[in-house]
């Protein structure tokens, strides 16, 4: 199947600093990706969807001016959290979808101290 | 507001056990999906159902659709320790970009 990559895997990062997280579909090109965020022992929740050349589209609740996303290339779509602050500690997912399929990344773990 | 409710939430079985997982809806769904997510990493695709009353086999694993398309099934025949981790059923509403609404999540242990 296809195969989606995340980097970095891990990050831990100082309260008030920034951190980008980037996706990568490796075999396929997706027009559109998506973001999730993953509390712990809990279900993924939909942050938004990020659309090639055009703006993301965030879900209700979402602060676009603090969950940047660029989707520059159709390989390529990245995170950005702004002015991180312990509360955005979680993990973070993203997808491209290909076809009806959606494939996911292996994951973020952002750690804000 | 969490549009699929799964149930159970946890469940802890011995190897060689059947289990059922509920996946459950008021809403119509295009599509559904049933991942399965171990720890620290991303989702990966088990099945994706779309007509209603569909059922399908993955080895030991049965899905199957409602009728009404509102609801699914995830029958595990014979659970081995390989089956632990967490199930999540997905669903798609209207067509386009196909956002998926993930479901509340199954906790499934199996021990030898």
């Known amino acids: 199947g296809a195969v989606v990559s995340q980097h970095p895997s891990r990050v831990i990062c100082k309260s008030g600093t920034s951190v980008k997280i980037e996706c990568r579909s490796l075999?396929?090109?997706?027009?559109?990706m998506f973001w999730y965020r993953q509390f712990p022992k809990q279900s993924l929740m939909l942050m938004a969807t990020s659309n090639e050349g055009s703006k993301a589209t965030y879900e209700q609740g979402v602060e676009k001016d603090k969950f940047l996303i660029n989707h520059a290339s159709l390989t390529l779509s990245t995170l950005t959290v702004t002015s991180a602050h312990p509360e955005d500690s979680s993990f973070y997912i993203c997808?491209?979808?290909?076809?009806?399929?959606?494939?996911f990344g292996p994951g973020t773990r952002l750690t804000v101290l | 507001t969490q549009l699929l409710e799964q149930s159970p939430q946890f469940l802890s079985i011995q190897e060689g056990e059947n289990l059922t997982v509920y996946c459950n809806s008021s809403?119509?769904?295009?599509?559904l999906q049933w991942y399965r997510q171990e720890p620290g990493e991303g989702p990966v695709l088990l099945v994706t159902?779309?007509?209603?009353?569909e059922v399908k086999k993955l080895k030991r694993l049965t899905f199957q659709f409602g009728d009404a398309r509102k609801d699914s099934s995830l029958h595990i025949t014979a659970a081995q320790t390989g089956d632990t981790g967490l199930y999540l059923c997905?669903?798609?509403?209207?067509?386009?970009?196909?956002?998926?609404?993930f479901g509340t999540g199954t906790r499934l242990l199996v021990s030898p």
């Open positions: 159902v779309v007509t209603g009353g």
């Open positions: 075999d396929f090109q997706a027009t559109t």
């Open positions: 997905a669903g798609a509403q209207g067509t386009g970009f196909q956002k998926l609404v």
């Open positions: 809403s119509v769904f295009s599509s």
């Open positions: 997808s491209a979808r290909e076809a009806d399929t959606q494939y």
